[in-house]
């Protein structure tokens, strides 16, 4: 199996699961379509993004959910907010003397001689 991230059968799988999505839409006649919905249990959304929309994707502190629906497209996005809320979480239970926000020294070495 290939270490790579896209491999060719990692595109072929991800453009059956658009190609699904946008069949079931366009199976529908014209006025029902929603262009948004879900697909082999993954949000699928068509419509045209705002701005603000896909702000919100990304940040959106309203939300408990890490993974939030994509603006446009298939699958998930990565709350930030919400990874941000997690991380001072863990950072306020670990003890202060384990951890300095004093800059590190950096010491350079000194060539060979």
């Given at each position: ?54 702000a919100r994707e990304f940040w959106d502190p309203d939300s408990d959910a890490f993974f ?46």
């Amino acid at each position: 199996m290939s270490s790579k991230l896209l491999d060719g059968s990692s595109i072929r799988r991800a453009g059956a699961v658009v190609a699904t999505a946008l069949a079931k839409e366009l199976r529908q006649p014209s006025k029902a379509r929603t262009w948004t919905g879900r697909i082999f249990g993954l949000p699928y959304d068509f419509r045209r993004p705002t701005p603000e929309k896909i702000a919100r994707e990304f940040w959106d502190p309203d939300s408990d959910a890490f993974f939030t629906p994509h603006a446009f497209g298939v699958g998930y996005g990565l709350n930030l907010a919400r990874v941000a809320v997690g991380y001072a979480v863990v950072v306020d239970r670990v003890p202060a003397t384990t951890y300095s926000c004093r800059p590190l020294s950096i010491r350079r070495r000194r060539p060979a001689q």
